[in-house]
């Protein structure tokens, strides 16, 4: 007689999370000596990026935490779930902490000592990073942006009277102008 083994929801979304994950972190390290550079100049010091040394930039590492929170949760991490990653692996972070912008290592500091997550954002200069390291949500909330959006808004940390990263807010934006244009096309 034949059993069949069901598989668990986490191991379905790390299924889908391996190849992707893999391959941005491959991007990223490919990408990572010609940050910042133009075309002109990365044509005048590369030619053509063929390979790469190193893991990549601050990017990858944190869209990792999240896709580690994301796991651990089964797909439903907040905040919480996100800042206990920033706490656990800190270590890695403060590894590579030349590769931070401040504002984020100044915020694995806030959590280090224990500040509450939603309110980590609070005196801290505005980046970009929550929005070069959402990503993963998508790959949970694949064809659902209702629900992505609503997942980036449980992450998203808050400054003072809640309010939203610039990055955040025009994520969530777009999402909506996404799906009201999907619904208007209906």
């Known amino acids: 007689m034949r059993t069949s083994v069901r598989s668990s929801p986490t191991i379905e979304l790390a299924k889908r999370f391996l190849p992707v994950v893999v391959g941005a972190r491959v991007g990223d390290a490919m990408g990572a000596p ?25 990017d990858s590492l944190m869209a990792t935490l999240l896709a580690d929170a994301l796991l651990e949760t089964g797909g439903h991490a907040g905040a ?10 800190r270590d890695r972070m403060m590894a590579r902490r030349d590769r931070f912008f401040v504002s984020v290592l100044h ?36 064809g659902d942006p209702r629900a992505a959006a609503a997942q980036a ?15 955040v807010r025009a994520q969530l934006d777009a999402a909506e102008a996404r799906e009201r244009a999907t619904l208007n096309a209906d």
Do not use: H, N
């Open 34 to 58: 010609t940050e910042g550079l133009s075309s002109e100049d990365i044509a005048e010091r590369f030619g053509w990026v063929t390979e790469f040394t190193g893991d990549g930039t601050d």
């Open 80 to 89: 919480d779930g996100w800042a206990e990653q920033w706490v656990r692996q």
């Open 153 to 167: 808004y449980a992450l998203a940390p808050r400054g003072p009277r809640g309010a939203l990263p610039e990055e």
């Open 107 to 142: 915020t694995a500091e806030k959590l280090a000592y224990g500040m509450s997550p939603r309110w980590v954002a609070a005196g801290t200069m505005p980046s970009s990073s929550s929005a070069m390291c959402i990503w993963p949500v998508g790959l949970v909330d694949a």
